[in-house]
Nanobody
Framework: VQLQASGGGLVQAGGSLRLSCLVS????????IGWFRQAPGQEREFAAV????????SYADSVKGRFTISRDNAKNTVYLQMNSLKPEDTAIYYC????????????????????????WGQGTQVTVSS
């Protein structure tokens, strides 16, 4: 499995960007896909995750209400629509895949952990100017 993140760039505060994560592999529809981000000098943190069917979704509190994750299984692609961007959203954004399915009660805690993911993309830089 290979993941390729794209769509990053430079945007002013209040602006929008849409990130894409293209996943190779014939079993894309069975993966949960998560987005993480790493700001300069900080640890990588969870941003959002979508399960294999698109029914279960979770967001970090810091992006809830501003970011929307979605997937198009026909295109093997997961999107992260980012609106109302803030300077503190500046980071390298990574997408990652997980082949393990968990029950709904464990969904949030499981997929917030980096260790729950099997494969990672190379990252795309998002810079938000004030």
């Amino acid at each position: 499995v290979q993941l390729q993140a794209s769509g990053g760039g430079l945007v002013q505060a209040g602006g929008s960007l849409r990130l894409s994560c293209l996943v190779s592999g014939r079993t894309f529809g069975s993966y949960a896909i998560g987005w993480f981000r790493q700001a300069p000098g900080q640890e990588r943190e969870f941003a959002a995750v979508i399960n294999w069917s698109g029914v279960s979704i979770s967001y970090a509190d810091s992006v809830k209400g501003r970011f929307t994750i979605s997937r198009d299984n026909a295109k093997n692609t997961v999107y992260l629509q980012m609106n109302s961007l803030k300077p503190e959203d500046t980071a390298i954004y990574y997408c990652a895949s997980s082949a393990r399915r968990v029950n709904s009660g464990s969904f949030v805690t499981h997929y917030q952990r980096e260790s729950s993911y099997d494969h990672w993309g190379q990252g795309t830089q998002v810079t938000v100017s004030s």
